[in-house]
Nanobody
Framework: QVRLVESGGGLVQTGDSLMLSCTLSGGTFSSYAVGWFRQTEGKEREFVAAIAWSGYSTYYADSVKGRFTISRDNAKNTAYLQMNSLKPEDTDVYYC???????????????????WGQGTLVTVSS
């Protein structure tokens, strides 16, 4: 059973940086695409960023492009989301998700991911 654990959330001020981590256990991490999504209670889950199993391809939502960077270290079974120039509208619960291989329906589609972490809260104060 694949398990994902996120860490790194917290309270920061506008313009600050934060790095989220997502560690996978129970599977061969290097075989999984990883995505980051965020969700506010009552709203749909929103795509943030994704990285292919190889690490060679990355994908970003327009709202975070140029500010967030997704990366992975297959030796550590961990993916990262470096978030810079944070804004109050980035406040959300952030979830990492994993898909074995290549998501056939696209990296942006949350339905393509079969394993999810518990989420980590990021709060950006103005």
């Amino acid at each position: 059973q694949v398990r994902l654990v996120e860490s790194g959330g917290g309270l920061v001020q506008t313009g600050d940086s934060l790095m989220l981590s997502c560690t996978l256990s129970g599977g061969t991490f290097s075989s999984y695409a990883v995505g980051w999504f965020r969700q506010t209670e009552g709203k749909e889950r929103e795509f943030v960023a994704a990285i292919a199993w190889s690490g060679y391809s990355t994908y970003y939502a327009d709202s975070v492009k140029g500010r967030f960077t997704i990366s992975r270290d297959n030796a550590k079974n961990t993916a990262y989301l470096q978030m810079n120039s944070l804004k109050p509208e980035d406040t959300d619960v952030y979830y990492c998700a994993a898909n074995y291989g290549v998501p056939s329906g696209g990296y942006y589609n949350s339905n393509e991911y079969d394993s999810w972490g518990q989420g980590t809260l990021v709060t950006v104060s103005s």
